[in-house]
């Protein structure tokens, strides 16, 4: 599952994903195969962490499992 971390709270992707215009068709991040399309992924800082990534518009996005 995807979140975006702002501050101190987790977000549905489609709350922030809706107007963006490297969103999919339905309004959620370009995820495939297991990666981020729309960011980059940043590096983890311990290996138990999920993996993060930074979208095109500076959000952090973590894929939660």
């Not at 309004?27 to 800082?45: D, E, M, S, V």
């Amino acid at each position: 599952m995807l979140v975006i971390m702002m501050d101190e709270q987790l977000l549905p992707p489609r709350q922030v994903c809706q107007t963006c215009l490297l969103a999919d068709q339905s309004g959620q991040p370009r995820w495939n195969q297991g990666q981020l399309r729309c960011g980059q992924a940043i590096r983890k800082i311990a290996a138990n962490q999920p993996d993060l990534y930074q979208c095109q518009m500076g959000f952090r996005i973590a894929n939660i499992e």
